[in-house]
Every structure is written in C-alpha cells, then in structure tokens.
C-alpha cells in the first residue's frame, strides 16, 4: 500500500497519513529553535491575524532584538514574499523579526513570550503554532501536510522514542485552527483507520 497518497477527509479538509504516522516531539535543546531562523520567507500570517499584530505590536516590541525592531520598522509588522503570501518580515533575509534568543542562545518568539506573560491571548501565528505542518487552501479544501525538514529531526527523533504521534503533539494548534469538533472527528477517524490496517 502507498501510504503517501492516503489522505483523511474532514470536513472541507484533506489531512495527509503523516500526520498520523509520523512522530514528533520539538527537542529546543537539540534544534536550539531553528525553525524561527532559517527559511526561504518568513512565517506566514492569516489575515484575520495581520490587525491583531499591528495591535500587539508595542507590547511585542519590548521583547524583540534591536535588528527585529529595526526590521519591522523598515518594513512593517507584515511583508508579501515572492509568491504573493502574507509573513513575518526577516532579519537579513534569515530569522524572524519576531524572535529573540533566551539566556540559552535558544531562538524563543516575542509573541509566545508576550502570551505566556499573560499580557494578550494571541499565542503567535498558527502557522507556526502548526509547524512543521503545513496547511495548503484551495478553493474548495485545505490541505494539511508534514513537511519533513533537517533541523526538526531531533523532534522526530525524541518524538519516535517518546511515542509521540504528530497529530497527537499539534492537538491545541490544530484545534485552534478548525475547532474541537474537527479534531475529534479526525481522532475518531484515525482509530477507525487503525483498526483496519
């Protein structure tokens, strides 16, 4: 069986069979927050999100690096890349405006920082909430991949030795993005699926 054509449809979404096969746990220590570092663009941003980061934005900025805050303020809270796509700005075509480093040189998000704080309830993009899925829409579906990607093997790694399936690790980031309702209808559909195999 070609398991890299399964797809699990929910809804007006088409859900890839990595999600369920794949595991995953993020291992900071190891990938030392990579992925808010490195990337062809930066990270991409809703546009029910765009306000909510001009908004934000003053109480962001006190976490920021200076280069992040001279970014931003350059470029703006948002930038289109090549294709057209709503993301963060970068820092020299390389790491998120948006990112500082911790006392431990780990690449840590302001806006995560901010939530955590308790000082606003936008915990930081759902794109990168989701990472390392991907979320692809068209007209009449979205479609939800894993994009595999050498700085998160250590996640798949310590993922693979805790027993962590991917799915099971993006549950609030996925919720987030399509609800309860849809997340326990594709667990439901899951346990069916692995039933059968």
Known sequence: MNYEKIMFQIGKTLVSIDLVEQKFSCNLNLC????????????????????????????????????????????????????????????????????????????????????????TDFQKPVSCHLYPVRITSYKEYDAINFESVEMCKSACEKGFNENILLYVFLKDSLIRKYGIEWYNEFEFTVFEYLKKI
């Not at 809703?46 to 006190?62: D, G, H, S, T, W």
């Not at 020299?92 to 990112?99: I, M, T, V």
């Not at 500082?100 to 920082?113: L, M, P, S, V």
């Open 32 to 119: 030392r927050g990579m992925c808010c570092i490195e990337g062809k663009s930066g990270a991409p941003i809703a546009k029910n999100e765009q306000l909510i980061i001009e908004e934000i934005y003053p109480l962001v900025r006190e976490y920021m690096t200076f280069e992040g805050i001279e970014t931003v303020e350059n470029q703006g809270w948002y930038v289109f890349d090549d294709e057209g796509e709503c993301v963060t700005p970068l820092v020299n075509n390389k790491q998120c405006a948006y990112s500082f480093f911790d006392t431990n040189g780990i690449a840590k998000c302001a806006f995560e920082k901010v939530f955590f704080d308790k000082i």
